[in-house]
Every structure is written in structure tokens, then in C-alpha cells.
């Protein structure tokens, strides 16, 4: 099949081109580089033999998405394109709102007037809000009272694809409400690379061990979990990558859209992130202890057996894993894709 993957050049988008290329499908990427880099594009081309269609550009801009559809039969979309941080959405509400759900009309109505009806959508554990129940199914309660415009904005598309999928036929719509992804592909070609002050935990203690920055900022020592960290489900990125490309193979019409947990199924706070990272790099990470961000709860990790048993995915690879896969991404590209030093301004969030 041919895919269109919005936002493709950036850190999940990549990596899932990677592995929908060793798949045998046919990649076209669009996205305007605000979090991401050109370099990326050959970096795909050493890891597949294959560099994906390229177009520059946002995907509010409907005219560039028929464009695209017009140049090329797309089969289906994986559409990742989009804000992300929690904190600067506090700080930003209105632009995230715009941003992801804008983005989200376009591509939808643009797909519509081509009758290209296949779409996997990046959502986010965010959704769940503060989770009344541990760990997280796909039943569990979500979109209320959510502790932030990220959030909100990710469970309002949903909301959108499911009224889509409700009143149209044909449509066969996947939401993918992933936990934290980190690490970088094992190869060292590609990884996170964060423009300012990291707002993800595993790039910032990267920094931290590089020398780069001079501690991390640890966001909370009072929550109700076993250090009194925040808890996280953090998995591989490419174990993400990889749900992806699962999650196309049994796309079905239906009247509703799936929606899918990827996580690793464990919590892991803070403090045990940086104790897994010192213990495979070598380096010791200094930290100091800041106040909780508004917008942040304490602890977040899923169930994720419905992916288990109806797409024959379960991540694979280990905290571990991924904090060495980061380091060695780190080591080999202390300056990014660009090889530029880029000074590290703090960012808002």
C-alpha cells in the first residue's frame, strides 16, 4: 500500500515510516519540520534502501493536501501531525486546539473528497485524564475533566473520527492512544532530537549525561507512587513503530473507530528512569526536585491486552533497552540531525 504519514519526519512519524518501508509499502510524508529535520530523509534512505515522497508543508493547508492525493493513489493516512508538549499547552491552549484539530479537519475532508477512508490516528494516554482506575483499558473512563489542552485536543479529534465514522460509510479509523515513547532506533541513524530544553523525560537526562545541560528538573517529589515521582508507562519507540504497522494490517469498516492502548503494561516513576539510565550509560544524573507542573498527574499505564489479542502485538523491548538505544543516539548526534549546536533556549512548558 501506499501511506501518507503526516508528520513523518518527526521522532514516532519516522520511525514508523521505518518500519512501513521494511514492510514493503510506499511512503509519502508530509510536514513542515517545526519539531523535526530535514535530515531525517536520508537517514531513512541508509536504514531501507528507500527514501520516501517528500512535501513540505502544513496539513491545514488544504490545497497541499489535494495535491497530494492528486499526484499519488493513496491506500491510507497514519496521521501523527501535531503539537504535543502538556506544558506549553497549558501556556499555548490556543494554538494546540488549532493546530491538532484543524489539521485534523482538513486531512479528514480532504480524504473524503478523494475516497480514501483508511486512517490510523496518533492519540495520546492524555486522554484518560486522572485515571480514576489502574491500570488504563481502552473502556476506561475518558475525557473528562482533563488536566490539559494536549489532552483536550486529542480527545476532541477522537470525538470528531467517531462522529465521521458514525454518519459516513466506508470508513475504517484506528485510534492509537500511546503512553511515552522513548529511546531511539538501535541503529543510532535516528532518534528524538528536541528543539530548546527537552519537554520528554529520556531526551533531558540524555542532555544531562552528555554534558549538555547541567541537571535535570525532576517535576514533583509528593505524588501518591512508590518515590513519589510521577509514574509513566514508557515504552520503546519502535515497539510503537511497530503497533503501527499492525494496526494497519487489520483495519475493517465499521461504524466506530478501534481504539488501542501501546504501552508496556508497567508504571515506572521518574526516579527509576534515571537510576536505569545511570546504570546502563555509566553516567551519574544530577537533579533537583521543582514542583509539580500544572496540567501533569501522578501516575498513568495501561492495559494492553486488547492489542495482544486483536492485533498480535505486545511490546518487546525493555526500559533497558531503550535507555541504551538513547544513549548511543545521544553519543553519536550530541548536536541533532543537523550537526548544528542549537542554543538550548528554554521553551514554554
Not at 492525493?69 to 488549532?98: C, N, T, W
Not at 526500559?319 to 548544528?340: I, K, M, T, Y
Amino acid at each position: 500500500m501506499k501511506i501518507l504519514v503526516t508528520g513523518g519526519a518527526g521522532y514516532i512519524g519516522s520511525h514508523t515510516v521505518v518500519e512501513l518501508l521494511n514492510s514493503r509499502h510506499q511512503v509519502v510524508i508530509v510536514d513542515n519540520f517545526s519539531n523535526s529535520s530535514p535530515g531525517v530523509l536520508s537517514r531513512l534512505r541508509q536504514l531501507t534502501g528507500w527514501q520516501p515522497t517528500l512535501y513540505k508543508g502544513t496539513v491545514q493547508d488544504r490545497r497541499l493536501l489535494h495535491r497530494i492525493f492528486s499526484e499519488h493513489r493513496i491506500d491510507a493516512v497514519m496521521h501523527f501531525a501535531g503539537l504535543k508538549a502538556v506544558g506549553a499547552s497549558m501556556q499555548q491552549p490556543l494554538e494546540y486546539y488549532r493546530t491538532n484539530i484543524e489539521s485534523s479537519l482538513a486531512l479528514c475532508e480532504v480524504m473524503r473528497a478523494n475516497n480514501v477512508k483508511k486512517l490510523i490516528f496518533s492519540s495520546s494516554a492524555t486522554v484518560y485524564g486522572d485515571p480514576q482506575e489502574l491500570p488504563l483499558r481502552e473502556t476506561s473512563t475518558a475525557g473528562y475533566d482533563l488536566a490539559n489542552p494536549y489532552g483536550r485536543s486529542k480527545y476532541m479529534v477522537e470525538q470528531i473520527l467517531h462522529d465521521l465514522a458514525a454518519a459516513e460509510t466506508g470508513w475504517q479509523i484506528t485510534l492509537l492512544r500511546y503512553f511515552n515513547p522513548i529511546g531511539a532506533h538501535d541503529s543510532g541513524l535516528i532518534g528524538e532530537d528536541p528543539r530548546g530544553i527537552p519537554n520528554n523525560l529520556l531526551p533531558y537526562i540524555s542532555r544531562v549525561a552528555a554534558g549538555v545541560l547541567e541537571r535535570l528538573q525532576v517535576f514533583g517529589k509528593d505524588y501518591d507512587t512508590v518515590d513519589g515521582t510521577g509514574v509513566r508507562d514508557y515504552i520503546h519507540v519502535v515497539d510503537v513503530a511497530q503497533g503501527h504497522v499492525a494496526a494497519l494490517e487489520q483495519l475493517r469498516p465499521a461504524d466506530r473507530p478501534e481504539v488501542y492502548n501501546l504501552g508496556r503494561g508497567r508504571g515506572t516513576s521518574v526516579l527509576e528512569v534515571v537510576r536505569t539510565f545511570e546504570a546502563v550509560s555509566g553516567k551519574t544524573i544530577p537533579y533537583h526536585v521543582t514542583g509539580a507542573r500544572a496540567g501533569d498527574v501522578a501516575s498513568l499505564y495501561a492495559d494492553v491486552s486488547k492489542a495482544r489479542v486483536k492485533l498480535g502485538w505486545q511490546a518487546s523491548k525493555s526500559l533497558e533497552e531503550a535507555c541504551v538505544d538513547a544513549w548511543r543516539w545521544q553519543s553519536q548526534h550530541p548536536d541533532g540531525f543537523s550537526g548544528v549546536r542549537r542554543p538550548l533556549v528554554a521553551v514554554a512548558g
